[in-house]
């Protein structure tokens, strides 16, 4: 089959149903908008994985999402969605960008969440935009864009809980949303929730379990998404 899109992690292919996908997990690793990219085998099962147990969490928890359930190792089942091209980042801890943008040093907590909303554009490197880009350039209603923070916050909370269970700060992450495609007035939370989009340290160590670890070449990348998985697995199932 020919897939409907490819990115630089999944790819989305169309199934009989046309109101769902099988989204599947590739085993590539990108960073600073694709210019550092490599394939670790795993990655795309461990990845599938973590994203699968969240999201079951998170619908037990009254989020609404466009998973529906996992077909193998590297591929789920979700419903087909139009994504937004507004990315919602909540960071509870500075780092990455944030730090860049302000000069101030990486570990510091801040004293409420900081939500931020970007572009969805690989061509313009995903720029930060506001309330007022996103009304002129016609990518979501107020309305639409209160639903987003406020899912985002909620999210947070749930996510910020659960990882403290397993032993891991959530310092920052991305998430994207999407209309329904058998009803566009319904948004629902979509791509994934892994380390990939997720900033994790360790609560003891602060050793960083996440896609940093390709990002600076600290080593040991697939050992900690593995780590992630294990910590996760046993809270859950």
């Not at 960073?31 to 999201?55: C, P, V």
């Not at 077909?71 to 507004?86: A, W």
């Not at 909303?117 to 690989?122: N, R």
């Amino acid at each position: 089959m020919t897939p409907l899109y490819e990115g630089k992690s999944k790819r989305l292919w169309a199934t009989e149903n046309p109101q769902t996908l099988r989204m599947e997990f590739k085993n590539d690793a990108t960073a600073f908008n694709g210019e550092k990219k490599e394939s670790f085998e795993n990655k795309g099962r461990f990845n599938n994985a973590i994203s699968t147990l969240i999201y079951g969490m998170l619908e037990k928890e009254g989020v609404p999402t466009h998973f529906i359930r996992q077909i193998d190792d590297t591929n789920v089942e979700v419903k087909k969605v139009e994504i937004l091209m507004v990315e919602v980042i909540v960071r509870n801890v500075s780092a990455g960008s944030y730090c860049k943008r302000t000069g101030i040093e990486e570990g510091r907590p801040f004293s409420q969440p900081i939500v931020e909303f970007s572009y969805k554009s690989d061509e313009l490197g995903d720029p930060l935009i506001n309330d007022d880009y996103i009304r002129e350039m016609g990518l979501a209603t107020p309305q639409d864009l209160a639903f987003l923070r406020n899912s985002a916050l909620k999210v947070n909370e749930i996510l910020t809980a659960f990882f403290a269970k397993c032993g891991l700060k959530l310092v920052d992450f991305k998430l994207e949303f999407g209309r329904l495609a058998s009803d566009p007035s319904v948004i629902v939370l979509a791509d994934e929730i892994s380390p990939d989009g997720c900033r994790l340290w360790d609560l003891k160590t602060g050793e960083k379990m996440d896609k940093d670890r390709f990002r600076r070449g600290l080593g040991n990348f697939m050992e900690a998404y593995e780590e992630v998985l294990g910590r996760v697995r046993e809270q859950i199932v």
